[in-house]
C-alpha cells in the first residue's frame, strides 16, 4: 500500500509539473512583445526636416521609433554597454521648458500606418527609464479610417533616479477605434531603454 501510494504521488506530482509546464508555455505565447527593435540597438542616421531645424535635435534615430513634430525636443543615441539597461546603447530625451515635452514614438505607425487593433483589446506598455524629469506613457488612438480621435495616456509620473527602472501603462481599446500609435512624452532629460508593447487580452466586441 505505501508503494502505491508512493508511485500514485509521483505520477499526480508529475501530472502537476507537466500542467504547470504548459501554463508557461501558453503564457510565453501570449506575452509576446511585439514592438520591433525594442531595446533600440538598431540605429540609423537621421536628418532633421528643414521646417524643424531649431525645434528637434538629433543626427541618428533607433530603427522604427521617431520623433513625434508637433512636440519637437532632442535626442541622444548614448553607446554604452555597461550604463545601459540591456544590450549596448539606449536613449536620452531632453526638454527642459516648463510644460512642454518631446514625444517619441514609433516611427511610421501615426496615422495610416498605425497599429491596428480591436475594441476591447487590453494592452500593456512598459519601458525602463532613469534621469530626472517626468514621463507619461500614451496610446494615440484612431477610427478605423485611421482618422486621430484622442489619447489613452498614463498619470504624469516622476524620474528621478539613476537607476533604472521599469514605468508601465495598461489600457483597453475603446468602440469606435481600430487603431493606435504608442508613445512617451518626457519633460526633463530622461533616458530610456527596453520598451514593450504586449496583448494582455483579446477580447473584440
Known sequence: MKKT?????????LVVWGLLVSAQVVHGEEAKNLLTNPGFEEIKPFTVPEKWQGK?????????????FGFPGKLTVIYDAIAS??????????????????????AGRWGAAARKANPGEKYSVSIWAKGKGTMAILAYMYTPHRAFKFSRASKRMEVSS??????????????????????????????????SLFLLKDEPN
Open 56 to 68: 528637434i535635435e538629433a543626427t541618428e534615430m533607433p530603427k522604427g521609433w521617431g520623433i513625434n
Open 162 to 195: 539613476e537607476k533604472w527602472k521599469e514605468y508601465k501603462f495598461e489600457f483597453t481599446v475603446p468602440e469606435g477605434m481600430g487603431y493606435f500609435t504608442p508613445a512617451f512624452h518626457i519633460n526633463g532629460t530622461v533616458d530610456l531603454d527596453d520598451a
Open 85 to 106: 539597461h540591456g544590450g549596448s546603447k539606449y536613449i536620452r530625451l531632453s526638454r527642459e521648458e516648463k510644460g512642454k515635452s518631446i514625444a517619441f514614438t514609433e
Open 5 to 13: 501510494g508512493k508511485r500514485t504521488g509521483k505520477i499526480l506530482g
